[in-house]
């Protein structure tokens, strides 16, 4: 059984920075590429940045700059580093386990964590 826990959201103030970690359980992570996710209030929920088994990362065009994602294999943990978070950046983030193509694109399956919740003040 494949359990994901996220972490490390919480309030900043615009321009601030917060760390996410995903960590896992019931699977080694550096068998699975990550996504992390994010859902506002009234929105569809939206893949932010993903991570390869090999390390490779994309990002969505809004977090480009700064946001990054990262592995540490020997914590069986993902993080989504957030800098420069602005209003917009405000939702509950989550972490999945999925697919990572050659071709960049990421598939979530159905492993998904609780969520973690990101506000943002201006």
């Known amino acids: 059984q494949v359990q994901l826990v996220e972490s490390g959201g919480g309030l900043v103030q615009a321009g601030g920075s917060l760390r996410l970690s995903c960590a896992a359980s019931?699977?080694?992570?550096?068998?699975?590429?990550i996504g992390w996710y994010r859902q506002a209030p009234g929105k569809q929920r939206e893949l932010v940045a993903a991570i390869s088994r090999g390390g490779r990362t994309k990002y969505a065009d809004s977090v480009k700059g700064r946001f990054t994602i990262s592995r540490d294999n020997a914590k069986n943990t993902v993080y989504l580093q957030m800098n420069s978070l602005q209003p917009e950046d405000a939702a509950v983030y989550y972490c999945?386990?999925?697919?990572?193509?050659?071709?960049?694109?990421?598939?979530?399956?159905?492993?998904w964590g609780q969520g973690t919740r990101v506000t943002v003040s201006s």
């Open positions: 019931g699977t080694p992570l550096r068998f699975n590429a």
């Open positions: 999945n386990t999925g697919l990572y193509y050659s071709t960049g694109r990421y598939d979530a399956s159905e492993y």
